[in-house]
């Protein structure tokens, strides 16, 4: 049911993490360890900032991630200091190329991981949320990009974490009132190419995984002459569905109920919970 990463720090290539590492996110295409489905072949999407203050730049297409020549040859000629990478499991929306993740609008990328449970009962009323100004701006047809533009509505642009968990409480409170008892899973990751929102949070407290790394400079002394940690920085920071590698020490995973903000080289943690729209 999707992967995806999210990466900042010194400017790499992204084929560093997306096929270079042994977990790489092209072998979690084919051979999800800790996923809903072992295999994500509908689709993928990456996305890219030249300079924080840039539209970031984005290549999608509907082919499974492991079979795209192209991506290895973007991936290898791309390094960028913060990107986004998503391949997808289709759940109840067709695999074409609008569906593909990450979502853009004006310096904003959006992933996500999970489901809005019984979609297609509760579409309309999610969408008809939408500001006005933003719906035009819809392309495709999965909850995923609803949940961003829901997410855009409630002030994504200003407060992120209270504009996701506005979000979040607007779809449950939908979803109940169509009869669903369990509206939302999710894993998802917010990016204006300065900071980077990762939240893990599902209605029923079982979410989908989610970790990133400890502290680069804890990791350079761990692993001195790893190349990869030195290439990143000391700042770095990688959030992610699953881990690149099985290396002690590297890896946390991220609490249920979670949100994570990193931005500079900080990296701050918030108890997430749904609110009113308007709370």
């Known amino acids: 049911m999707c992967r995806w990463l999210a990466y900042s720090g010194n400017p790499i290539q992204l084929e560093t993490v997306m096929f270079n590492a042994k977990h790489s996110l092209i072998?979690?295409?084919?051979?999800?360890?800790?996923?809903?489905?072992?295999?994500?072949?509908?689709?993928?999407?990456?996305?890219?900032?030249?300079?924080p203050t840039d539209i970031p730049f984005r290549y999608r297409c509907i082919q499974p991630a492991w079979s795209d020549r192209n991506l290895?040859?973007?991936?290898?000629?791309?390094?960028?200091?913060?990107?986004?990478?998503?391949?997808?499991?289709?759940?109840?929306?067709?695999?074409?190329?609008?569906?593909?993740?990450?979502?853009?609008?004006?310096?904003?990328?959006?992933?996500?991981?999970?489901?809005?449970?019984?979609?297609?009962?509760?579409?309309?009323d999610l969408m008809i949320a939408i500001s006005p100004e933003l719906f035009p701006s819809i392309e495709g047809s999965t909850d995923s990009e609803v949940l961003f533009f829901l997410a855009l509505t409630f002030g994504l642009e200003l407060e992120p974490v209270t504009a996701l968990e506005r979000m979040v409480g607007f779809v449950e409170e939908t979803g109940r009132r169509h009869g669903v008892a369990e509206p939302l899973n999710m894993?998802?990751?917010?990016?204006?190419?300065?900071?980077?929102?990762?939240?893990?949070?599902?209605?029923?407290?079982?979410?989908?995984?989610?970790?990133?790394?400890?502290?680069?400079?804890?990791?350079?002394?761990?692993?001195?002459?790893?190349?990869?940690?030195?290439?990143?920085?000391?700042?770095?920071?990688?959030?992610?569905?699953?881990?690149?590698?099985?290396?002690?020490?590297?890896?946390?995973?991220i609490p249920e109920s979670t949100a994570v903000v990193a931005r500079g080289g900080e990296i701050e943690r918030f108890a997430f919970e749904p609110r009113g729209a308007a709370g």
């Open 187 to 253: 894993t998802v990751c917010a990016t204006d190419g300065e900071q980077i929102v990762a939240v893990r949070y599902s209605s029923e407290r079982q979410s989908r995984s989610l970790f990133h790394n400890t502290s680069f400079r804890h990791l350079h002394q761990l692993y001195p002459d790893d190349t990869r940690i030195a290439m990143a920085g000391q700042d770095a920071f990688l959030v992610l569905s699953e881990p690149l590698a099985d290396l002690p020490g590297w890896w946390q995973e």
């Open 72 to 124: 290895r040859e973007a991936a290898r000629a791309v390094r960028a200091p913060l990107f986004v990478a998503h391949i997808r499991a289709a759940t109840d929306t067709p695999s074409q190329e609008t569906n593909c993740h990450p979502f853009r609008h004006g310096r904003w990328l959006f992933a996500h991981n999970g489901l809005v449970r019984n979609y297609p009962a509760v579409r309309r």
């Open 27 to 51: 072998d979690q295409s084919l051979n999800s360890r800790l996923g809903h489905t072992t295999t994500n072949g509908d689709g993928f999407g990456i996305g890219w900032y030249g300079h």
